[in-house]
Nanobody, 118 residues
Framework: QVQLVESGGGLVQAGGSLRLSCAASGDINPISGMGWYRQAPGKERELVAS??????????YYSDAVKGRFAISRDGGWKTVYLQMNSLKPEDTGVYFC?????????WGQGTRVTVSK
């Protein structure tokens, strides 16, 4: 089992920055990858960024909507995964969820809300 707790959301003006954190606990060593998803009001949840273990490397992925503005990173193995969000736009508003891929299943955090005002 893996527990995920997100933090760092809040209200920010357009053009500002936020850093989200996802603290993982439990049996974290077998995690093969983690990601950040977001769900805007009235829309489906979408993948924003991910980082996966590939041998000795950890390639990252970004959606086109956030490429060049967001950066995903990890610290202490899978203990904490961050999402640095810069140049925020009103369309980045939503609830951000942390996700962990664990063998054939996955775990989710409870989400942290990000609101970007014009």
């Amino acid at each position: 089992q893996v527990q995920l707790v997100e933090s760092g959301g809040g209200l920010v003006q357009a053009g500002g920055s936020l850093r989200l954190s996802c603290a993982a606990s439990g049996d974290i060593n077998p995690i093969s990858g983690m990601g950040w998803y977001r769900q805007a009001p009235g829309k489906e949840r979408e993948l924003v960024a991910s980082i996966v273990r590939s041998g000795n490397t950890y390639p990252t992925y970004y959606s086109d909507a956030v490429k060049g503005r967001f950066a995903i990173s990890r610290d202490g193995g899978w203990k904490t995964v961050y999402l640095q969000m810069n140049s925020l736009k009103p369309e980045d508003t939503g609830v951000y969820f942390c996700n962990a891929a664990y063998f054939t299943t996955e775990f989710w955090g409870q989400g942290t809300r990000v609101t970007v005002s014009k």
